[in-house]
């Protein structure tokens, strides 16, 4: 990571409450190629999720804590701030004097964007800010949000919107919480109604709409340069498994997460776009 960080562009994609199971399943069936096409030998690595719900997992995260291998380590991580007696710090670990990743990122020349999606995200009150106030630039409209059955093409929009007004020479770290999972996500299965609900199925059809999109936003990210993705979940969500529905609880579907990190190769330059009427900066006062 001592090599990428500072020459690379870097994303970080959190597939809010994928689970596991329906992840590699999906995989395996081919029916999201778009990702499996990235994922080393067209297969997610089965980690644990540092929370058991958003707002926990992601302060994890950006404190370098990502989902652990599910295997005995210790296993080395990719970021870590520096503080004694690290036992998971490596010689190939990107070390920062930072208290989180953002601001170390910020503190090396980054532009450091948020694209929210869940209400962790949305900036709606005191604790929706938190999470998007480590950034130099957060955006969150209610066409990202989880109601939104086009929310991942809103939010991939504006990334394209963000990359496109960069200066060419300028590092990005983008991160982007896709809320698409979460629920509700009846409304991504055909023939499903909000009366029956959300179920796996409507789970796996969620995927299957944010694998068509996730392309663009490949694109976006590595057209200036190579660029280095992270993609994962950040805990799962149970559907009525042993009783249990939802998450923010200790079930084996809250806890196993899809996990995959890849190089996203340069891709042909944008057109410009100057327009970006809808920006909320995370500085910016409200």
Known sequence: ??????????????????????????????????????????????RHAPGS?????????????????????????????RFAGSETTAERTYVYDAPDLVGALAQ????????????????????????????????????????????????????????????????????VNVAALHQPNWFHLPGATREAGDSRATHAAALEYVDRHIGRLFAAASSRRRCFAVVCSDHGTAYGDDGYTGHRLGHEAVWTVPYAHFFLEPAPAMD???????????????
């Open 53 to 81: 719900f958003t707002y926990a997992s992601h302060q994890a995260i950006f404190a370098g804590f990502l989902p652990t291998p599910a295997a005995p380590g210790p296993h080395p991580r990719l970021f870590a701030a």
């Open 108 to 175: 090396d020349g980054y532009r450091t964007v948020c694209i929210g999606g869940v209400g962790f995200f949305n900036r709606q009150g005191p604790l929706g800010s938190v999470l998007p106030g480590l950034f130099q630039e957060a955006h969150w409209e209610p066409e990202f949000g989880v109601a939104s059955p086009t929310s991942f093409e809103a939010q991939v929009e504006r990334a394209e919107q963000v990359v496109r007004a960069l200066p060419h020479d300028q590092r990005l770290f983008l991160f």
């Open 1 to 46: 990571m001592n090599e990428i960080v500072g020459s690379h562009d870097l994303l970080l994609v959190t597939l809010d409450t994928l689970r596991y199971d329906v992840a590699a399943e999906l995989a395996a069936a081919g029916r999201i190629p778009h990702l499996a096409r990235h994922l080393p030998g067209g297969r997610w690595e089965k």
């Open 272 to 286: 410009p776009v100057p327009s970006m009427d809808h920006a909320h900066p995370a500085e910016a006062a409200r």
